[in-house]
């Protein structure tokens, strides 16, 4: 018999989650979003290539996919009128395990028609300020909380002069790889001297993370415009940005932001575009392409993890002592 039945989390840390899944509900209802509930199993799958679903077999023929998350059934929702909707709910990642990744995880996701993704950065810093002020006012036992007052503001390239030295948007690739060689970066064998989104995220991880979000949550926006996925861009040429957004606390990333792209023939360019790159075939997500050519709103779009929200509050290391049973020992 195996003697790992009892929780990884405390049952004092399940009952303060109980009670904070029940107060984000509360706020999100009261900040004028209702919640809906759409399938976490789908004939559509991710379509970013660096995100691997769980394959379902459905029938000789098809596969279906747990989802990675509620995207693309949420702007279903909002191309047939739904508004500010958000959802509190569990996703599937394919091979994510670490301290700070489960396979199944609780995905906070939402979406407000009409907000860029700068209304969005006031509306993430008034949710986890809020959210940690309830854990602080809930808590029984003793821990480290989130500094939450006055979250900071940087753009990609500033976050890179800052903690790497150089802005780099406007920077050739070959320039980027020396900059990673003068800092004594080690690059894997199969990152190539032209896989510039490669030598980016590989500076990101190695020089600018590090140093994000320890005396208060730091948000990186306006970010390379490669690196758009379902976001818009803004501006031509090299110094092109994604209008996107990522929150850091203490070096974690907490959320992305998006404000959402809304053409359907851009995103089947993109989708080609990522195929053609990673030699890999991502069938189209028809349902979503056709909500979009049905005229999906302009709107901005968010995904924060909340087992990492509440592991952040409570000062844990490891997102196995804020949920019951990790993979492990599911």
Known sequence: ????????????????????????????????????????????????????????????????????????????????????????????????LGRLHNPEFTMLEWYRVGDTHYEQMDFVEKFVTAFTSEVERLATTPHSPLPTPHF??????????????????????????????????????????????????LLLAERVEPHLGHDRPTFVFDYPASQAALARVRGEGQTAVAERFELYVHSI????????????????????????ASERHIPEPVRLLAAMESGLPSCSGVALGFDRLLMLSLGHDSVRQVIPFPFEIA
């Open 1 to 96: 018999m195996p003697d790992d039945f009892r929780p990884s989390a405390t049952l004092d840390v399940l009952r303060l989650r109980a009670k904070l899944l029940a107060f984000t509900r509360q706020f999100f209802d009261e900040s004028g979003y209702w919640e809906v509930d759409t399938p976490i199993l789908s004939h559509e799958r991710v379509i970013d290539p660096n995100i691997e679903p769980f394959v379902v077999p459905w029938s000789a023929s098809e596969r279906l996919f747990l989802q990675t998350s509620p995207e693309f059934a949420m702007k279903r929702l909002l191309a047939a009128g739904s508004e500010s909707i958000y959802q509190l709910g569990k996703v599937f990642r394919h091979g994510e």
């Open 152 to 201: 900071e503001r940087l753009t990609y390239d500033q976050a890179f002069e800052r903690h790497a030295g150089s802005k780099v948007l406007s920077r050739p690739t070959h320039e980027i790889v020396a900059l990673a060689r003068r800092l004594g970066v080690s690059a894997p064998e199969s990152l190539l001297p032209e896989d510039r989104d490669g030598w980016l995220n």
């Open 253 to 276: 990333e907490l959320c992305n932001g998006y404000h959402e792209l809304t053409d359907a023939a851009a995103l089947r360019a993109r989708i080609r575009h990522d195929a053609s």
